[in-house]
């Protein structure tokens, strides 16, 4: 396994390949994945887009890189589980959540933005990602809008709270549920600067502390969704999604399409809206952690 890595003079942002892959199509996944990586770079860090192209881990994709994988067909959807497979089989493989923080801390990388995490599904609780998990056990700092809307979020940070995984409200305290700004669910701490975030970073590190932190960034206000339109959006995407069957890795793809069609696009503009600002808070929380990187 050939594993790119090097050590610029900035702070590095792992950014995910399933956004490329799987979270949108051509072309708005090419300009969306452009976009954080030059939203970090504008923030002053160096991006790190992780995949893994003909069996080599990827840690930072070049322009043609970045290209392919957003035309190409049958990427595997990669999660820890897949990682293995993917390199001894020399295929292609976009790195969810959980694979891009394991091989994000593998390459030495502590910070890692992305749009929403996985979590435990409606209807479904033994439906589970295994990006929860991953938070429990991998030291990396994820940067991110909440998790997924269409997941139960309830039951999802009920989940991260035993598996004993902070969850930091960036400027506000209560919880961002994606595409909206409120879910009605409290975060454990508020964070209202990069230092703020890294303080407690730092004070996990030095205490031994197991797994990550998820840091929650709401939706930049003039691009939110409401609560009413995403939540109609959601139940009747997964309605459909039940009724034809569709379950497991399957799923997320399958709703985001769903929800995409049934808000004539307005939660494609919020899901890269909150990517770039993602990037861009995660770029200043990865400045701020430098002395300890």
Do not use: W
């Not at 861009?280 to 990187?293: E, K, M, N, S, T």
């Amino acid at each position: 396994m050939n594993a790119q890595s090097s050590t610029p003079a900035r702070p590095v942002v792992a950014l995910e390949s399933t956004v490329i892959t799987h979270g949108l199509a051509y072309p708005a996944n090419l300009h969306t994945a452009q976009a954080m990586e030059r939203h970090v770079r504008e923030g002053g860090a160096e991006p790190a887009t992780i995949a893994i192209i003909d069996g080599a881990v990827k840690v930072g994709l070049s322009e043609a890189e970045l290209l392919m994988l957003s035309q190409v067909k049958g990427a595997r959807k990669c999660s820890v589980r897949d990682i293995g497979i993917v390199v001894a089989q020399r295929g292609i493989g976009a790195t969810t959540v959980a694979a891009t923080m394991f091989l994000a801390a593998r390459a030495g990388i502590g910070v890692f933005a992305t749009g929403g995490i996985g979590g435990v599904h409606r209807g479904h609780p033994f439906d589970v990602s295994a990006d929860l998990t991953e938070l429990s056990r991998t030291p990396v700092t994820v940067v991110c809008a909440g998790a997924k809307a269409l997941l139960d979020l309830p039951l999802t940070f009920e989940h991260l709270e035993t598996l004993g995984v902070p969850v930091i409200g960036y400027g506000t305290d209560e919880i961002p549920a994606f595409y909206s700004r409120r879910s009605g669910l409290r975060a454990d701490a508020r964070a209202d600067t990069p230092e703020q975030v890294a303080e407690i970073v730092r004070a996990r590190r030095a205490l031994g502390l197991p797994g990550g932190e998820l840091v929650c960034v709401p939706v930049p206000a003039e691009d939110e969704l409401s609560v009413d339109a995403a939540e109609a959006a959601i139940q009747r995407a997964q309605a459909e999604a039940d009724a034809a069957g569709v379950h497991g890795a399957a799923s997320t793809p399958f709703l985001l399409g769903r929800i995409a069609a049934l808000t004539e696009g307005a939660s494609v503009r919020a899901n890269t809206a909150l990517l770039a600002n993602n990037a861009r808070v995660a770029a200043a929380i990865a400045r701020a952690l430098a002395p300890l990187q």
